[in-house]
């Protein structure tokens, strides 16, 4: 969904409450089209906050699943698509990092930084200082962070999407950066990406 | 130095991509700290389209399974009415139990209405979970069933319903079909209710099945009720093959096996071992197997092992497939109506056309309907060294030719269908 659906008007309003209307009705070509136009947004959301590829993959599916099966309950009246099925992913995520507590955190962060096959097999390479950065910061500078600088959200559209103000996001921005930094002294991260 | 004060600063770097002249050095010092974790996400965004993009098939054929199967459980199928004949069955049984239980007194009858009540549902779960589970949309399955109902041919198609053991399901036949039936030439318009079948073909969208094999089998056997997932496999797991499906990206398979005992079980079982079994002469329902664990190339799974053949579906070798009518279209086909439209079988035409695609064989001869980004569509394999089995790959074509010759029955053995598709022996020699 693209910034404007976030804070509808006009006739992409109307055009995102018609696709919301047909979702809640559970039509499947409905299911895919909200599929295709946001399995990017969701998978960059949760990538991030997960050991490696697969398991995003995974987690990103499952959100589209609950997001189906729990479609009937869906207030399209309030909250963009997109938003919904950002917070199904928060949810998801939280509980899945919770079940990785229980089996050992570290051992989780360890397997995060050791590149995976299927990301050399593509040739991608995440930066894996930047995801074990990005762990060690609370959830919701993790999930202004994703949405600011992954998804390329307006203050605005993050303000929107976590319920916050802007100066609340401005700030809680501010700080996840800083930590961040903190996190990455040491390396030569930031004077590699310097001009 | 604020924190707003350097929050708005901090906006107008990330807009403009550097720092605002007006900015303290102090200021400074504090922004070019912020901005290179920024930057490092910014960088890392193409890296996560690429995985985006390359996980997005995947996931989204996954996301198709689970809309597919969430529609097949709600809809209400006919098949819904013959499961209500098994509550209604239980039902009775739980009414007599309800009248007697009156004399003992109002709590007991509470308890027996509750237990009625969780056993129905409990089946009838049970088998809507198996059915959606075999037939998964684009997918080939073979199957025995009992025919229910059959209608009158229309547009060149005959749709019977049949009872299978995991549910009932819709199968479309070429009406122009004949089947052996002890020697004598049957229209497939002939079939009637209480025949058994044996039928193998893709499954459509809307879970029927658009039968490419056909076959008459024994008329009874076909058991309703609880089908259970085998979650663990037990040491010298043997059964008898009562359906098997390959996926329609032939990466898995699915059998249902009744044991000794005569319990019955879905197992997941490697796609090798299921197009083996698919592609051999006699049909694989009814064959005796053994499940073992194997390494696959996709790490462990259930081989199937096949012992012997055990009941009268597998005594009967399923025939060279036929025409199937067009399967029902897959969800990704309804959402993309590509070219060309999905019409009758092929058609007689002059020679064929070389058509650049991919897909997987469903069809356990090179020469059938496979499911690809274009709508299912009869085709050789053009590749000489393309293995034609079920669930592999090949580089296609379409055969426009078609010549159809029935198949003369054999004295020796029933073969049992209908008109061999010439086209199935020698693709290329057109």
Known sequence: MSDSEVAPDGPSAAAAEALARRAVAREADAWAEIFDSHYRAVFSFVRYKLRGVDEAEDIASQVFEIAYSRADRFDYRGVPIEGWLIGIARNLVRDHIKKIGRRGYEEEIDDTTAPSVPDNAIAIDLHNDLVAAMKDLTEDQQTVLSLRFLLDKSVADTAALMARSEDAVKNLQRRALAAMQRSLTGSDYTRELSP | MSGERIDELLEEALALGEIPADATAAERAELEGLLGPARGLHAATSALDQQAHATMPTARARF?????????????????????????????????????????????????GAIALFLSQSLTTNVDT?????????????????????????????????????????????????????????????????????????????????????????????????????????????????????????????????????QRFLVPVTAETAATLLNQNASAVGSKVTLKTQDTKAGSGNALEVKGEANA????????????????????????????????????????????????????????????????????????????????????????????????????????????????RTPTAR
């Open chain 2, 64 to 112: 198709q399974r689970y809309v597919a199967s969430h529609q097949a459980a709600a809809r209400p199928a006919p098949r819904r009415a013959s499961i209500g004949g098994s509550r209604a069955g239980l039902s009775g049984l739980f009414g007599m139990l309800f009248a007697s239980s009156l004399v003992r007194g109002a709590a007991v009858v509470t308890v027996i």
């Open chain 2, 130 to 262: 198996a059915s959606a589970q075999v037939l998964e949309p684009g997918s080939y399955v073979e199957l025995q069933g009992i025919v229910t109902a059959a209608g009158a041919p229309h547009d060149g198609v005959v749709t019977v319903r049949l009872q299978a053991e995991f549910g009932e399901v819709e199968v479309d036949l070429n009406a122009d079909g004949v089947v052996d039936d002890g020697g004598e030439a049957r229209p497939v318009s002939s079939l009637r209710k209480g025949d058994g079948l044996v039928v193998a073909g893709q499954v459509g969208a809307d879970r029927s099945v658009a039968a490419n094999r056909l076959a008459l089998a024994a008329a009874s056997g076909i058991k309703k009720g609880n089908v259970k997932s085998l979650k663990v496999l037990p040491d010298n797991f043997e059964g008898t093959v009562k359906t098997v499906a390959i996926s329609a990206d032939g990466a898995s398979g699915l059998a249902l096996i009744e044991d000794q005992a005569g």
């Open chain 2, 313 to 424: 579906a597998a005594s009967h070798p399923l025939p060279p497939e036929v025409p199937a009518p067009p399967a029902r279209p897959t969800p990704t086909q309804q959402r993309r109506p590509a070219t060309p439209t999905p019409g009758r079988p092929a058609t007689p035409a002059a020679t064929p056309t070389q058509v650049p695609g991919a897909g997987v064989t469903p069809a356990p001869r090179p020469t059938q309907v496979v499911p690809t980004p274009r709508p299912a569509t009869p085709t050789g394999i053009a590749r000489q060294n393309t293995p034609g089995s079920a669930g592999t790959p090949g580089v296609l074509r379409t055969v426009t030719t078609v010549s159809r010759t029935q198949v003369p029955p054999s004295p020796r053995t029933i073969t049992p269908v209908v008109k061999r598709h010439e086209a199935a």
